[in-house]
């Protein structure tokens, strides 16, 4: 089963609740106890996140966001 999240930006002044936040809807995905395929395990361990075109490196996950004046 397939879940379709709605994502948009919300401005500061807009309160968003933390289950509803990418990272809190993501986090909830990742600690899902279910059951692990062995291909799925490896094909994890060998591409792990980011190794798609397009996706952004740890390094730039990570990175301060730029300051705003």
Same mark, same amino acid.
Request: no cysteine.
């Given at each position: 089963?397939?879940?379709? %999240?709605?994502?948009?930006?919300?401005?500061?002044?807009?309160?968003?609740?933390?289950?509803?936040?990418?990272?809190?809807?993501?986090?909830?995905?990742?600690?899902?106890?279910?059951?692990?395929?062995?291909?799925?395990?490896?094909?994890?361990?060998? %591409?792990?996140?980011?190794?798609?075109?397009?996706? @952004?490196?740890?390094?730039?996950?990570?990175?301060? @966001? @730029?300051?705003?004046?």
């Amino acid at each position: 089963m397939m879940i379709d %999240h709605v994502v948009r930006t919300y401005p500061s002044a807009e309160p968003l609740p933390k289950e509803e936040q990418l990272a809190w809807k993501l986090a909830a995905v990742a600690t899902d106890p279910v059951a692990v395929e062995p291909e799925v395990t490896e094909m994890v361990r060998t %591409h792990g996140f980011g190794a798609s075109q397009g996706s @952004p490196s740890r390094r730039q996950l990570f990175a301060s @966001p @730029p300051a705003r004046n």
